[in-house]
């Protein structure tokens, strides 16, 4: 599940070190949190991007 607010420094680092998402430099929380959130929209475009190609390839297949 990905940190919140809720969560301390320490614990938002930690997802973002298991998620090899780069926060040298960042301490304060609201900029670690930012990272998360930047992260989870590009996964999610990138999910989006990969499903829709998947779902691409599997309508050609059928077609042929």
Wanted: hydrophobic content about 40%; cysteine-free; overall charge negative.
């Amino acid at each position: 599940m990905k940190p919140t607010d809720t969560n301390t420094v320490a614990e938002i680092t930690a997802w973002l070190d298991a998620h090899s998402i780069d926060h040298t430099g960042k301490t304060a929380k609201a900029d670690l949190l930012a990272l998360v959130t930047a992260n989870n929209a590009t996964s999610s475009a990138a999910s989006a991007a990969t499903s829709s190609a998947a779902d691409s390839s599997a309508a050609s297949s059928s077609a042929k």
